[in-house]
Protein backbone atom coordinates (compact mmCIF):
# COMPACT_ATOMS: atom_id res chain seq x y z
CA UNK A 1 0.00 0.00 0.00
CA UNK A 2 1.36 3.23 -0.74
CA UNK A 3 2.28 6.50 1.11
CA UNK A 4 -1.18 9.03 0.63
CA UNK A 5 0.17 12.00 -0.86
CA UNK A 6 0.54 15.20 0.98
CA UNK A 7 -2.05 17.42 1.99
CA UNK A 8 -1.75 21.13 1.36
CA UNK A 9 -3.13 23.41 3.79
CA UNK A 10 -3.63 27.33 3.03
CA UNK A 11 -1.09 28.96 1.24
CA UNK A 12 -1.06 31.85 3.22
CA UNK A 13 -0.33 30.14 6.51
CA UNK A 14 2.91 27.71 4.86
CA UNK A 15 4.36 28.40 8.47
CA UNK A 16 1.97 26.42 10.41
CA UNK A 17 2.65 23.42 11.94
CA UNK A 18 3.03 19.92 10.36
CA UNK A 19 0.75 17.07 11.62
CA UNK A 20 1.69 13.30 10.62
CA UNK A 21 -1.32 11.22 10.58
CA UNK A 22 -0.32 7.35 10.79
CA UNK A 23 -3.20 5.10 10.08
CA UNK A 24 -3.56 1.73 7.39
CA UNK A 25 -7.57 2.71 7.11
CA UNK A 26 -7.90 5.12 4.29
CA UNK A 27 -11.22 6.30 5.90
CA UNK A 28 -9.56 6.94 9.12
CA UNK A 29 -6.82 8.85 7.16
CA UNK A 30 -9.37 10.74 5.07
CA UNK A 31 -11.89 11.97 8.73
CA UNK A 32 -8.66 13.04 10.83
CA UNK A 33 -7.19 14.97 7.57
CA UNK A 34 -10.57 16.88 7.47
CA UNK A 35 -10.81 17.54 11.01
CA UNK A 36 -7.13 19.03 10.84
CA UNK A 37 -6.55 20.18 7.30
CA UNK A 38 -8.09 24.27 8.38
CA UNK A 39 -5.58 24.29 11.49
CA UNK A 40 -2.70 22.52 10.51
CA UNK A 41 -0.72 21.21 7.14
CA UNK A 42 -1.21 17.80 7.23
CA UNK A 43 0.83 14.35 6.06
CA UNK A 44 -0.51 11.12 5.84
CA UNK A 45 1.29 7.90 5.97
CA UNK A 46 -0.90 3.83 5.90
CA UNK A 47 2.07 1.75 7.61
CA UNK A 48 4.50 1.97 10.17
CA UNK A 49 7.31 1.43 7.32
CA UNK A 50 5.62 4.49 5.75
CA UNK A 51 5.61 6.36 9.28
CA UNK A 52 9.20 6.30 9.97
CA UNK A 53 10.50 7.15 6.73
CA UNK A 54 7.94 10.45 6.54
CA UNK A 55 9.54 11.65 9.97
CA UNK A 56 13.15 10.85 9.02
CA UNK A 57 12.51 13.60 5.76
CA UNK A 58 12.64 17.01 6.29
CA UNK A 59 10.73 18.71 7.18
CA UNK A 60 9.71 16.69 9.79
CA UNK A 61 6.30 16.56 11.23
CA UNK A 62 5.73 18.67 14.32
CA UNK A 63 3.67 15.75 15.88
CA UNK A 64 2.85 12.44 15.00
CA UNK A 65 -1.08 11.01 15.09
CA UNK A 66 -0.38 7.63 15.49
CA UNK A 67 -2.98 3.92 15.32
CA UNK A 68 -1.93 1.06 17.30
CA UNK A 69 -3.71 -1.84 15.34
CA UNK A 70 -1.81 -1.59 12.20
CA UNK A 71 -0.24 -4.69 10.21
CA UNK A 72 3.08 -5.60 10.11
CA UNK A 73 4.55 -3.23 12.19
CA UNK A 74 1.73 -2.10 15.52
CA UNK A 75 1.94 1.31 16.84
CA UNK A 76 3.61 0.67 19.87
CA UNK A 77 6.76 -0.93 17.48
CA UNK A 78 6.46 2.25 15.57
CA UNK A 79 6.82 4.73 19.00
CA UNK A 80 9.78 2.44 19.88
CA UNK A 81 11.90 2.93 16.24
CA UNK A 82 11.11 7.12 16.75
CA UNK A 83 12.21 7.08 20.06
CA UNK A 84 16.10 5.50 19.42
CA UNK A 85 16.47 7.66 16.23
CA UNK A 86 17.83 10.62 18.12
CA UNK A 87 16.55 13.15 15.05
CA UNK A 88 12.74 11.58 15.83
CA UNK A 89 13.15 11.22 19.41
CA UNK A 90 11.77 14.53 20.35
CA UNK A 91 8.66 14.32 18.13
CA UNK A 92 5.17 14.74 20.42
CA UNK A 93 3.31 11.21 19.69
CA UNK A 94 -0.68 10.75 20.44
CA UNK A 95 -1.92 7.62 20.02
CA UNK A 96 -5.61 7.38 18.33
CA UNK A 97 -6.90 4.08 18.20
CA UNK A 98 -9.89 1.73 18.98
CA UNK A 99 -8.32 0.53 21.85
CA UNK A 100 -9.55 1.83 24.97
CA UNK A 101 -8.39 -1.10 27.81
CA UNK A 102 -6.34 0.97 30.88
CA UNK A 103 -3.47 -1.53 30.36
CA UNK A 104 -3.49 -0.24 26.54
CA UNK A 105 -3.57 3.23 27.73
CA UNK A 106 -0.72 2.96 30.54
CA UNK A 107 1.28 1.30 28.06
CA UNK A 108 1.65 3.73 25.32
CA UNK A 109 2.42 6.57 28.04
CA UNK A 110 5.39 4.33 29.27
CA UNK A 111 6.17 3.91 25.49
CA UNK A 112 6.81 7.96 25.34
CA UNK A 113 3.13 8.96 23.82
CA UNK A 114 2.13 12.36 25.48
CA UNK A 115 -1.25 11.87 24.77
CA UNK A 116 -4.21 9.07 24.16
CA UNK A 117 -7.04 9.46 22.49
CA UNK A 118 -9.88 6.58 21.67
CA UNK A 119 -12.10 6.02 18.49
CA UNK A 120 -14.60 6.88 18.14
CA UNK A 121 -13.24 10.73 18.81
CA UNK A 122 -14.86 13.96 19.06
CA UNK A 123 -12.92 16.57 16.42
CA UNK A 124 -12.69 19.66 18.75
CA UNK A 125 -11.29 17.02 21.19
CA UNK A 126 -8.48 16.23 18.42
CA UNK A 127 -7.94 19.70 17.56
CA UNK A 128 -7.47 21.21 21.28
CA UNK A 129 -5.39 17.96 22.44
CA UNK A 130 -3.40 18.85 19.18
CA UNK A 131 -2.84 22.31 19.45
CA UNK A 132 -1.72 22.48 23.17
CA UNK A 133 0.52 19.65 22.25
CA UNK A 134 2.05 21.92 20.13
CA UNK A 135 1.90 24.15 22.10
CA UNK A 136 3.96 22.55 24.88
CA UNK A 137 6.58 21.24 22.04
CA UNK A 138 7.17 25.18 20.99
CA UNK A 139 7.98 25.99 24.62
CA UNK A 140 10.41 22.97 24.93
CA UNK A 141 11.83 23.89 21.72
CA UNK A 142 12.42 27.64 22.79
CA UNK A 143 13.42 26.78 26.39
CA UNK A 144 16.01 24.16 24.75
CA UNK A 145 17.36 26.94 22.60
CA UNK A 146 17.58 29.03 25.07
CA UNK A 147 19.81 26.76 27.17
CA UNK A 148 21.89 26.05 24.29
CA UNK A 149 22.88 29.77 24.02
CA UNK A 150 22.87 30.02 26.99
CA UNK A 151 25.43 27.37 27.08
CA UNK A 152 27.19 28.61 24.24
CA UNK A 153 27.93 32.03 26.11
CA UNK A 154 28.93 30.65 29.16
CA UNK A 155 31.75 28.63 27.21
CA UNK A 156 31.96 31.67 25.45
CA UNK A 157 33.02 33.58 28.07
CA UNK A 158 34.50 31.15 30.12
CA UNK A 159 36.98 30.48 26.71
CA UNK A 160 37.57 34.27 27.10
CA UNK A 161 38.41 34.14 30.76
CA UNK A 162 40.47 31.15 30.09
CA UNK A 163 41.88 33.35 27.57
CA UNK A 164 42.91 36.38 29.43
CA UNK A 165 44.14 34.61 31.92
CA UNK A 166 46.50 32.65 29.88
CA UNK A 167 47.29 36.24 28.48
CA UNK A 168 48.11 37.53 31.78
CA UNK A 169 49.78 35.15 32.23
CA UNK A 170 52.53 35.50 29.34
CA UNK A 171 52.25 38.82 30.00
CA UNK A 172 53.61 38.69 33.73
CA UNK A 173 56.43 36.31 32.31
CA UNK A 174 57.21 38.49 29.96
CA UNK A 175 57.50 40.86 32.43
CA UNK A 176 58.91 38.78 34.84
CA UNK A 177 62.22 38.17 32.08
CA UNK A 178 62.27 41.92 31.58
CA UNK A 179 62.52 42.73 35.39
CA UNK A 180 65.48 40.00 35.18
CA UNK A 181 67.08 41.34 31.87
CA UNK A 182 67.29 44.71 33.55
CA UNK A 183 68.50 43.51 37.06
CA UNK A 184 71.27 41.45 35.49
CA UNK A 185 72.28 44.07 33.27
CA UNK A 186 72.57 46.73 36.34
CA UNK A 187 74.17 44.24 38.27
CA UNK A 188 76.53 43.66 35.85
CA UNK A 189 77.56 47.08 34.39
CA UNK A 190 79.76 47.95 37.80
CA UNK A 191 81.85 45.01 37.93
CA UNK A 192 82.23 44.81 34.12
CA UNK A 193 83.17 48.66 34.62
CA UNK A 194 85.71 48.46 37.18
CA UNK A 195 87.13 44.98 35.24
CA UNK A 196 88.00 47.05 32.38
CA UNK A 197 89.25 50.11 34.17
CA UNK A 198 91.53 48.10 35.27
CA UNK A 199 92.43 46.03 32.04
CA UNK A 200 93.65 49.17 30.71
CA UNK A 201 95.75 50.03 33.57
CA UNK A 202 97.00 46.28 33.96
CA UNK A 203 97.68 46.48 29.80
CA UNK A 204 100.02 49.85 30.90
CA UNK A 205 101.93 48.18 33.41
CA UNK A 206 102.11 45.00 31.33
CA UNK A 207 104.04 47.34 28.64
CA UNK A 208 106.27 48.97 31.15
CA UNK A 209 107.07 45.82 32.70
CA UNK A 210 108.20 44.47 28.89
CA UNK A 211 109.84 48.36 28.14
CA UNK A 212 112.06 47.97 31.34
CA UNK A 213 112.93 44.16 30.45
CA UNK A 214 113.99 45.70 27.19
CA UNK A 215 116.28 48.23 28.93
CA UNK A 216 117.79 45.56 31.09
CA UNK A 217 119.05 43.52 28.19
CA UNK A 218 120.56 46.70 25.98
CA UNK A 219 122.26 47.54 29.72
CA UNK A 220 123.37 44.32 30.44
CA UNK A 221 125.10 44.14 26.80
CA UNK A 222 127.07 47.00 27.62
CA UNK A 223 129.03 45.40 31.29
CA UNK A 224 131.94 43.82 31.54
CA UNK A 225 131.42 40.54 32.16
CA UNK A 226 130.14 39.18 28.90
CA UNK A 227 129.13 35.80 31.31
CA UNK A 228 126.22 38.25 33.23
CA UNK A 229 124.62 39.10 29.72
CA UNK A 230 124.85 35.65 28.56
CA UNK A 231 123.43 33.94 31.97
CA UNK A 232 120.54 36.48 31.83
CA UNK A 233 119.97 35.94 27.85
CA UNK A 234 119.38 32.38 28.33
CA UNK A 235 117.02 32.72 31.18
CA UNK A 236 114.67 34.94 28.75
CA UNK A 237 115.36 32.34 26.53
CA UNK A 238 114.24 29.53 28.36
CA UNK A 239 111.20 31.36 29.63
CA UNK A 240 110.64 31.74 25.93
CA UNK A 241 110.36 35.57 26.38
CA UNK A 242 109.30 36.77 22.93
CA UNK A 243 106.56 34.25 22.93
CA UNK A 244 104.95 35.95 26.83
CA UNK A 245 105.52 39.59 25.52
CA UNK A 246 103.22 39.02 22.44
CA UNK A 247 100.67 36.44 23.74
CA UNK A 248 100.60 38.84 26.77
CA UNK A 249 99.79 41.80 25.07
CA UNK A 250 97.40 39.23 23.01
CA UNK A 251 95.63 38.13 25.65
CA UNK A 252 94.83 41.39 27.12
CA UNK A 253 93.62 42.79 23.70
CA UNK A 254 91.56 39.67 23.91
CA UNK A 255 90.61 40.40 27.25
CA UNK A 256 89.57 44.19 26.29
CA UNK A 257 87.58 42.82 23.46
CA UNK A 258 85.52 40.38 25.42
CA UNK A 259 84.72 43.35 27.91
CA UNK A 260 83.24 45.43 25.34
CA UNK A 261 81.12 42.95 24.01
CA UNK A 262 79.95 41.88 27.38
CA UNK A 263 78.73 45.69 27.71
CA UNK A 264 77.34 45.44 24.60
CA UNK A 265 74.82 42.12 25.69
CA UNK A 266 74.21 44.35 28.99
CA UNK A 267 72.94 47.37 27.04
CA UNK A 268 70.87 45.53 24.93
CA UNK A 269 69.25 43.84 27.49
CA UNK A 270 68.67 46.89 28.45
CA UNK A 271 66.81 48.29 25.52
CA UNK A 272 65.26 45.03 24.93
CA UNK A 273 64.04 44.79 28.57
CA UNK A 274 62.96 48.97 29.27
CA UNK A 275 61.13 47.39 32.92
CA UNK A 276 57.81 49.47 33.02
CA UNK A 277 58.15 51.21 29.70
CA UNK A 278 54.37 51.68 29.05
CA UNK A 279 55.08 55.13 27.06
CA UNK A 280 54.79 55.29 23.69
CA UNK A 281 57.90 57.09 22.25
CA UNK A 282 59.58 57.37 18.37
CA UNK A 283 62.45 54.59 18.92
CA UNK A 284 65.04 52.90 16.10
CA UNK A 285 63.41 49.55 15.10
CA UNK A 286 67.22 48.90 13.79
CA UNK A 287 68.26 48.72 17.70
CA UNK A 288 65.43 47.03 18.60
CA UNK A 289 66.14 44.08 16.29
CA UNK A 290 69.95 44.03 17.47
CA UNK A 291 69.18 44.11 21.13
CA UNK A 292 67.17 41.28 20.38
CA UNK A 293 68.73 38.93 18.34
CA UNK A 294 71.87 39.70 20.91
CA UNK A 295 69.62 38.37 23.52
CA UNK A 296 68.36 35.45 21.67
CA UNK A 297 71.42 34.97 19.53
CA UNK A 298 71.77 30.92 21.51
CA UNK A 299 68.35 30.24 20.26
CA UNK A 300 69.60 30.87 16.82
CA UNK A 301 73.67 30.67 16.28
CA UNK A 302 73.51 26.82 16.33
CA UNK A 303 70.42 27.00 13.50
CA UNK A 304 70.89 29.51 10.62
CA UNK A 305 72.61 32.45 9.49
CA UNK A 306 71.10 35.84 9.92
CA UNK A 307 70.90 37.97 6.76
CA UNK A 308 69.87 41.48 7.34
CA UNK A 309 68.74 43.80 4.56
CA UNK A 310 68.30 46.98 6.56
CA UNK A 311 66.45 49.71 4.59
CA UNK A 312 66.44 53.25 5.70
CA UNK A 313 63.87 53.74 8.86
CA UNK A 314 62.92 56.30 10.39
CA UNK A 315 62.27 56.65 13.93
CA UNK A 316 58.35 55.19 14.90
CA UNK A 317 56.02 55.62 17.36
CA UNK A 318 55.82 52.79 19.34
CA UNK A 319 55.85 51.35 23.02
CA UNK A 320 59.42 49.91 22.26
CA UNK A 321 59.62 46.91 24.59
CA UNK A 322 56.47 45.34 23.31
CA UNK A 323 57.74 45.52 19.57
CA UNK A 324 60.82 43.55 21.07
CA UNK A 325 58.75 41.07 22.41
CA UNK A 326 57.16 40.73 18.64
CA UNK A 327 60.67 40.50 17.34
CA UNK A 328 62.03 38.09 19.88
CA UNK A 329 58.76 35.75 19.17
CA UNK A 330 58.89 35.80 15.45
CA UNK A 331 62.65 35.34 15.40
CA UNK A 332 62.41 32.36 17.88
CA UNK A 333 60.03 30.75 15.93
CA UNK A 334 62.14 31.20 13.03
CA UNK A 335 64.57 29.64 14.17
CA UNK A 336 62.98 26.49 16.02
CA UNK A 337 60.72 25.83 12.74
CA UNK A 338 64.83 25.39 11.07
CA UNK A 339 65.05 21.63 11.57
CA UNK A 340 68.61 21.38 10.89
CA UNK A 341 70.20 24.54 9.03
CA UNK A 342 69.14 27.16 7.26
CA UNK A 343 68.87 31.14 6.91
CA UNK A 344 67.18 33.99 8.34
CA UNK A 345 66.33 36.71 6.64
CA UNK A 346 65.62 40.21 8.10
CA UNK A 347 64.52 42.64 5.18
CA UNK A 348 63.42 46.24 6.59
CA UNK A 349 62.16 49.41 4.11
CA UNK A 350 60.04 52.46 4.60
CA UNK A 351 56.86 52.48 2.74
CA UNK A 352 54.72 55.49 2.12
CA UNK A 353 53.75 56.41 5.65
CA UNK A 354 54.62 53.27 7.16
CA UNK A 355 57.74 50.65 7.76
CA UNK A 356 57.89 47.10 7.15
CA UNK A 357 60.11 44.54 8.67
CA UNK A 358 60.05 41.10 7.22
CA UNK A 359 61.29 37.98 8.98
CA UNK A 360 61.87 34.73 6.40
CA UNK A 361 63.20 32.03 7.05
CA UNK A 362 63.78 28.55 5.51
CA UNK A 363 62.19 26.12 7.45
CA UNK A 364 59.78 23.56 7.18
CA UNK A 365 57.01 26.07 6.53
CA UNK A 366 53.28 26.01 7.68
CA UNK A 367 50.75 23.89 6.28
CA UNK A 368 47.97 25.42 4.33
CA UNK A 369 44.88 24.36 7.13
CA UNK A 370 46.83 25.32 9.85
CA UNK A 371 47.80 28.88 7.87
CA UNK A 372 45.07 30.39 9.00
CA UNK A 373 44.95 29.36 12.56
CA UNK A 374 48.46 30.66 13.65
CA UNK A 375 47.02 33.92 14.97
CA UNK A 376 44.30 31.83 17.60
CA UNK A 377 45.30 31.74 20.94
CA UNK A 378 46.43 28.40 22.01
CA UNK A 379 46.97 27.23 18.70
CA UNK A 380 50.38 25.42 18.59
CA UNK A 381 51.60 22.32 16.18
CA UNK A 382 54.11 22.02 18.72
CA UNK A 383 54.67 18.96 21.10
CA UNK A 384 53.19 18.93 24.59
CA UNK A 385 55.58 20.96 26.85
CA UNK A 386 57.23 22.99 23.99
CA UNK A 387 55.13 25.71 23.15
CA UNK A 388 51.99 27.57 24.60
CA UNK A 389 50.40 28.79 21.83
CA UNK A 390 50.09 32.29 22.88
CA UNK A 391 53.19 33.65 21.34
CA UNK A 392 51.86 34.47 18.04
CA UNK A 393 48.59 35.97 19.37
CA UNK A 394 50.04 37.74 21.46
CA UNK A 395 52.34 39.31 18.64
CA UNK A 396 49.33 40.03 16.94
CA UNK A 397 47.43 41.64 19.80
CA UNK A 398 50.69 43.77 19.96
CA UNK A 399 51.06 44.98 16.34
CA UNK A 400 46.92 45.25 16.37
CA UNK A 401 47.44 47.81 19.60
CA UNK A 402 49.92 49.83 17.42
CA UNK A 403 47.35 50.00 14.52
CA UNK A 404 49.61 48.30 12.57
CA UNK A 405 49.38 44.42 10.77
CA UNK A 406 50.73 41.38 11.26
CA UNK A 407 50.22 39.08 8.25
CA UNK A 408 51.81 35.52 7.27
CA UNK A 409 52.70 33.54 4.06
CA UNK A 410 53.98 29.93 4.16
CA UNK A 411 55.05 27.42 2.05
CA UNK A 412 55.68 24.04 2.97
CA UNK A 413 59.03 22.06 2.27
CA UNK A 414 60.40 26.16 1.51
CA UNK A 415 59.68 28.21 4.96
CA UNK A 416 57.70 31.19 6.42
CA UNK A 417 57.76 34.80 5.77
CA UNK A 418 55.88 37.19 8.88
CA UNK A 419 55.76 40.43 7.07
CA UNK A 420 54.91 43.89 10.64
CA UNK A 421 53.28 46.99 8.83
CA UNK A 422 53.60 49.85 11.72
CA UNK A 423 52.65 53.77 10.81
CA UNK A 424 55.56 55.60 11.49
CA UNK A 425 53.40 58.25 13.44
CA UNK A 426 50.86 56.45 15.80
CA UNK A 427 49.32 57.06 19.35
CA UNK A 428 51.73 59.41 21.02
CA UNK A 429 50.96 60.50 24.89
CA UNK A 430 49.69 63.34 23.67
CA UNK A 431 47.35 62.16 21.44
CA UNK A 432 46.21 59.82 23.65
CA UNK A 433 45.85 62.31 26.67
CA UNK A 434 43.29 63.93 23.80
CA UNK A 435 41.12 61.35 23.74
CA UNK A 436 40.52 60.40 27.37
Request: proline residues 5%.
Amino acid sequence: MSELPDHASNKSDAARATILIVDDQPENLEILSGVLKPHFQVRAARSGAQALRAAGTEPRPDLILLDIMMPEMDGFAVLARLRENPSTCHIPVIFVTALDAPKDEQHGFDMGAVDYITKPFRPAVVVARVRTHLELKQARDCLARQNAELEERIQERTQALEQSQRQAIQAEKMAAIGLLAAGVAHELNNPIGFVGSNVTVLSDYVNDFLSLVETARECLKGVADPALAAGYERELAEKDFAYLAQDSRELLAQTKDGLERMGRIVLNLKDFARTGDEIWQMADLHQGLESTLNVVWNEIKYKAEVVKNYGTLPEVSCIPSEINQVFMNLLVNAAQAIEAHGQITINTEQVGDTVQIEIRDTGKGIPPENLSRVFEPFFTTKPVGKGTGLGLSLSHGIIRKHHGTLDVESTVGEGTSFRITLPITGETPTSRDNNR
